[in-house]
């Protein structure tokens, strides 16, 4: 009997499989690895690590004095530029003084040079992974986070670089990252990504800052789920009504102060 | 938030290509940044600094810097600056203004690792880093270990030894395995290399003791270090025998400067002290007296700083004092900064008495000092010495209840216009002259310098003094005189630094305007005027075209809003002279025969020109065309009057939401205030524009369904919500306008045009 199928129809068929095996593999290796750095992860980070996390930058800042069963420290440990094909790391050059115990957090600020524009090729990126992934090995640091404002141009360079991290980066050390609060609300980009943490920065906004603040006030939240573990804000703006069940990243653009550190916890009772 | 009632199945994907199509190109985490005008500097003075120098001071503030205040103090007391020293403080402006030039080790560490690749058959060099970190327990701090001299002085060696022995020789290759292990110092670790074997080359050993003392060096042993460069020091056959000495001295530098206590600090620097006088007391190592002598200044500047600091002191104040001015002045800011603190405010009081020992630092730390000692003090000093300097820092501090006042102003009145203090007793003059309430001889005074030193004054003074004069005037033609001024300059103030940026890079922001409202005019306009003013100063020619432009745009819709027919139609016809596209629209209001049939063409002109608003705009304003939506919101009106758009928000405890500072108007518009505050309310009450534009197209379209203007009247009221100013109330105008837009125009081209509502 002749066969019913065609040398036409086999090679169909043969194609339709592999594309539709392509994407059943692809989808599910992708929940996969978003399943291990889903809501479960999400909870766990923020359940290890104090609700305040003051932001120590690069000025000379002693923190002795902060209780480490309250308070953390997220500082800035190197400043990276990002120009033509280089990286040029700078380290911490002003001296940062924490007591005991405290949860570290090593931050890394990229910034791309504005005259000589940065390629994104792979080598790059390569170089900004080590860089970052080299901050773990930092005395007592838990986590790392990146402080990249990210064009719309930049995003898929900086999300290779991000999974990058989480892959280089061991498993004790979580992964956070600053993030517009516009990515957190309405131009999500980062529900997909390896991260333990998005902290939504609610200060120094764009004119459509106070619309976000207005929804938030108006009981709204982000769309991310990443994005609804913490908060960042400044000392010096006023903020909108915020969960006090999550996580505060403070930022103050003056030497912190016991008094400074007093006042932000006796908000937060 | 997004409605959850899509109208079609491809409404959610279309949502998401319409976001992230509408969002800018490029954004920041804090910013984005926008450049809007600045019409008074308050952390530097005027730019550009070189004239700074030459003693054109302006208005001297306490805020600034204490190297603009050392330069201030300098021209008051009339000893000008040499070409050197103008030079200098200006090179330390720069550095520190572009963050003290970069360190480029990245460029050091090539010319090395290209010196050593002449070398053939080397394995490849590990990285080097020229940072270390500090690798104290609980303490995050790095240092430039390896600086410049380190490398180039590896790469000068190392070709004169491949001269000497052969880029191929075994002597060189070990010189090199040794300094890779020297560098590998540089960032992390302790690896010393290997002592030399007895039988090679004397030049060789003598590196090879050189490189094991720079190996410990950077490994941070420091005691070890200096023993080894003693001992170099004391070999007279090693070529780095008048080398070491000055090595000897910086080991031990090392080793105080990075000790906390005192009783770890003080010995090594004393020791270092006494060895680079050493150094330089002796001829035969003249090659490192340079450097010996910059190492000392380092010296003391951490061991004897308050001496230090009265020692540069006399020496910045005197002429032609000191050959590297601006080191000099670098040190002597640093110390300052040091004993007093960079961020916090100075209060003299609490510092010891013997910082404030010389003339300089005391004149420095009063002028800053805000406190009422220092004011007394201020003037104490000036009734004794009759100083320049004392006389800007006592009158800086006076109030109008100050006794002697007059004796005051009759001496700020006998400065030359000429003289470098004329622009800050000018200013204070004449604020304390308001103080007083001795409003006509403050008049007066101000007549006389605006016609006569006009040229003459920076533009952040200028701008000061024309504020002042805006708050005297007695009519509205002297207001509207006063009230536009050139910004000192443009800058987007994204570090809160006010760096001005070139003109080149603003013309697009000012599309050619060379002048501004600043703040305190805008608040006049937008909250103290009445409407028979603002139609009075529509019509005025006295303001720049693009001024004019905007307070014609800002009266007719403030008039439209409280339906004040009369200014809204003679706005009108100004307004359409200086838009033509807005003809058809202004016709329908100007033919409007009821309220809401005004108030219904209004708001639909509005809704078609995102652009207008009843308000006046402050600096540049908004930059998007008239009838084109801007992507950063700046749509249409809130219910507060606009603010400046660039840089960070003035610092405060946020605790507390931020308020509007209260407007003081003019003289002559204080019997207007309970009208024009009437009417100020009567815009407020309506609420952020799309709310209210929502509103009226809704309850427009209901009175009147078969207005052809209706439903796409209803569909720019929804999209008004969503790029506008918005509220807890904008969610339920958006869908009532939404629902409406569907219910009576189920399928008009508008219905079909819009799919969503939104909740603000």
Same mark, same amino acid.
């Given at each position: 009997m002749k066969t019913a199928f065609s040398t036409k129809n086999i090679t169909a068929f043969i194609a339709v499989t592999l594309v539709a095996g392509s994407i059943t593999f692809g989808v599910t290796k992708g929940r996969s690895f978003f399943r291990e750095h889903r809501p479960n992860k999400l909870a766990a980070y923020s359940n290890t690590r104090p609700s305040l996390v003051l932001w120590a930058w690069e000025r000379p800042t002693d923190l002795t004095f902060i209780d480490p069963g309250q308070t953390a420290v997220a500082f800035l440990a190197r400043t990276i530029h990002l120009r033509g094909d280089e990286v040029v790391t700078r380290p911490r050059l002003q001296p940062l003084k924490l007591p005991e115990r405290v949860t570290v957090v090593a931050v890394?600020?990229? =910034?791309?040079?504005?005259?000589?524009?940065?390629r994104l090729s792979n080598e790059q990126e390569s170089k900004l992974v080590a860089s970052i992934t080299e901050m773990a090995s930092l005395a007592n640091v838990s986590g790392i986070q990146i402080d990249f404002d990210a064009t719309k141009s930049e995003r898929s360079f900086y999300r290779e670089v991000i999974i990058g991290v989480r892959r280089r980066l061991p498993e004790r050390i979580g992964l956070s990252i600053t993030a517009l609060a516009s990515w957190c609300m309405d131009d999500d980009w980062?529900?997909?990504?390896?991260?333990?943490? #998005?902290?939504?920065?609610? !200060?120094?906004? #764009?004119?459509?800052?106070?619309?976000?603040?207005?929804?938030?006030?108006?009981?709204?939240? !982000?769309?991310?789920?990443?994005?609804?573990?913490?908060?960042?804000?400044?000392?010096? =703006?006023?903020?909108?009504?915020? @969960?006090? @069940?999550?996580?505060?990243?403070?930022?103050?653009?003056?030497?912190?102060?016991? $008094?400074?550190?007093?006042?932000?916890?006796?908000?937060r009772k | 938030m997004i409605a959850r009632f899509p109208r079609k199945t491809f409404a959610f994907l279309a949502w998401i290509g319409l976001v992230s199509f509408l969002f800018p190109h490029s954004t920041q985490a804090c910013g984005p940044f926008f450049t809007d005008a600045i019409f008074v500097y308050s952390k530097h003075p005027d730019f550009p600094l070189e004239q700074f120098t030459t003693g054109k001071l302006g208005v001297v503030e306490p805020g600034w810097a204490r190297s603009y205040l050392v330069a201030a103090y300098r021209n008051l007391s009339g000893v000008n600056f040499n070409t050197n020293e103008a030079s200098g403080i200006k090179a330390l402006w720069d550095e520190r203004l572009n963050y003290g030039g970069e360190v480029d080790d990245s460029a050091w560490i090539k010319k090395w690792l290209d010196a050593r690749s002449k070398v053939p058959g080397l394995s490849a060099s590990a990285e080097i880093r020229a940072f270390r970190n500090r690798e104290k327990p609980h303490e995050y701090e790095s240092f430039l270990n390896c600086q410049e001299d380190a490398f180039n002085n590896a790469v000068a060696t190392l070709n004169e030894r491949i001269k000497r022995f052969g880029a191929e020789s075994a002597q060189v290759r070990d010189w090199i395995v040794a300094q890779d292990i020297v560098f590998s110092n540089c960032g992390a670790g302790r690896k010393i290399p290997e002592t030399p074997q007895p039988d090679q080359d004397a030049l060789i050993r003598a590196d090879r003791a050189y490189q094991i003392a720079a190996a410990n060096f950077y490994a941070g042993s420091f005691d070890e270090a200096r023993q080894q460069f003693d001992a170099i020091a004391r070999d007279n056959s090693s070529p780095w025998h008048d080398k070491a000495p000055y090595l000897a001295a910086r080991s031990l530098l090392r080793k105080g400067s990075f000790a906390d206590k005192d009783e770890e600090r003080v010995p090594p620097l004393t020791a270092t002290e006494t060895r680079l006088n050493a150094i330089l007391k002796d001829q035969s190592l003249a090659s490192s007296h340079q450097a010996a002598s910059r190492l000392l200044n380092l010296v003391h500047l951490r061991l004897h700083p308050a001496e230090t600091l009265h020692k540069l002191a006399h020496t910045i104040i005197a002429k032609d004092g000191k050959a590297d001015f601006k080191q000099a002045v670098w040190d002597y800011t640093v110390l300052l900064d040091k004993f007093v603190g960079n961020d916090e405010g100075v209060d003299k009081q609490k510092l010891p008495p013997e910082v404030s020992a010389d003339e300089l630092s005391d004149w420095i730390l009063t002028f800053q000092d805000q406190s009422t000692t220092a004011a007394s003090y201020s003037f104490g000093q000036w009734q004794k010495t009759r100083a320049l300097p004392w006389l800007v820092a006592a009158i800086t501090k006076a109030t109008g209840t100050q006794p002697q006042l007059d004796a005051l102003l009759s001496a700020a009145t006998q400065v030359d216009h000429q003289s470098p203090a004329f622009t800050s007793v000018a200013f204070h003059g004449v604020r304390l002259l308001i103080d007083a309430k001795r409003v006509d001889e403050a008049r007066a005074a101000l007549d006389r310098y605006l016609a006569n030193d006009r040229q003459n004054l920076p533009a952040s003074a200028l701008n000061l003094l024309l504020a002042q004069r805006m708050s005297l005037a007695r009519n509205l033609e002297e207001f509207l005189q006063t009230a536009q001024r050139k910004p000192a300059g443009f800058s987007d103030d994204s570090d809160g630094r006010e760096l001005p940026e070139e003109q080149s890079e603003?013309?697009?922001?000012?599309?050619?305007?060379?002048? !501004?409202?600043?703040?305190?005019?805008? @608040?006049?306009?937008?909250?103290?005027?009445?409407?028979?003013?603002?139609?009075?100063?529509?019509?005025?020619?006295i303001l720049a075209p693009n001024l004019r432009r905007d307070v014609i745009q800002s009266a007719f819709v403030r008039a439209a809003l409280i339906d004040d027919r009369e200014t809204a139609v003679q706005a009108a016809s100004l307004l359409q002279e200086m838009h033509p596209e807005l003809k058809e629209f202004l016709a329908a209001y100007q033919m409007a025969a009821t309220a809401d049939a005004r108030r219904f063409a209004a708001a639909y002109l509005s809704l078609k020109f995102p652009g207008l608003r009843p308000y006046v @705009?402050?600096?540049?304003?908004?930059? &998007?065309?008239?009838?084109?939506?801007?992507?950063?919101?700046?749509?249409?009106?809130? #219910?507060?009057?606009? $603010?400046?758009? $660039?840089?960070?928000? &003035?610092?405060?405890?946020?605790?507390? =939401?931020?308020?509007?500072?209260?407007?003081?108007?003019?003289? !002559?518009?204080?019997?207007?205030q309970s009208l024009a505050l009437r009417q100020y309310a009567a815009v407020q009450v309506l609420g952020a524009a799309p709310n209210y534009l929502c509103r009226i197209a809704v309850e427009w379209t209901e009175k009147n369904p078969a207005d052809r203007r209706a439903p796409e009247a209803l569909h720019l009221a929804v999209k008004a919500t969503r790029y506008g100013c918005t509220d807890k109330e904008t969610g339920r105008w958006s869908k009532a306008a939404f629902d409406l837009l569907h219910q009576r125009y189920p399928n008009s081209a508008w219905a079909k045009e819009t799919k969503y509502w939104f909740k603000g």
């Open positions: 890394a600020r990229v =910034e791309s040079d504005a005259t000589k524009k940065p980062l529900s997909d990504l390896p991260i333990d943490e #998005a902290v939504p920065m609610l !200060f120094r906004m #764009a004119t459509d800052g106070k619309q976000i603040a207005n929804r938030l006030d108006d009981g709204e939240d !982000f769309t991310s789920p990443v994005c609804r573990q913490s908060y960042g804000v400044s000392i010096d =703006e006023p903020r909108p009504n915020l @969960s006090s @069940s999550r996580r505060l990243y403070v930022f103050r653009p003056d030497p912190w102060t016991e $008094s400074s550190v007093r006042s932000i916890m006796e908000l | 603003t013309k697009e922001n000012t599309k050619g305007g060379e002048l !501004f409202f600043d703040q305190d005019a805008a @608040s006049v306009f937008n909250k103290a005027m009445p409407m028979s003013l603002m139609r009075d100063a529509a019509r005025s020619r @705009s402050y600096g540049i304003g908004r930059t &998007s065309p008239m009838n084109e939506i801007d992507s950063y919101r700046d749509n249409w009106w809130c #219910a507060e009057p606009p $603010s400046s758009r $660039s840089g960070a928000p &003035s610092e405060s405890e946020g605790e507390t =939401e931020s308020k509007p500072k209260p407007v003081v108007p003019p003289q !002559f518009l204080k019997p207007l």
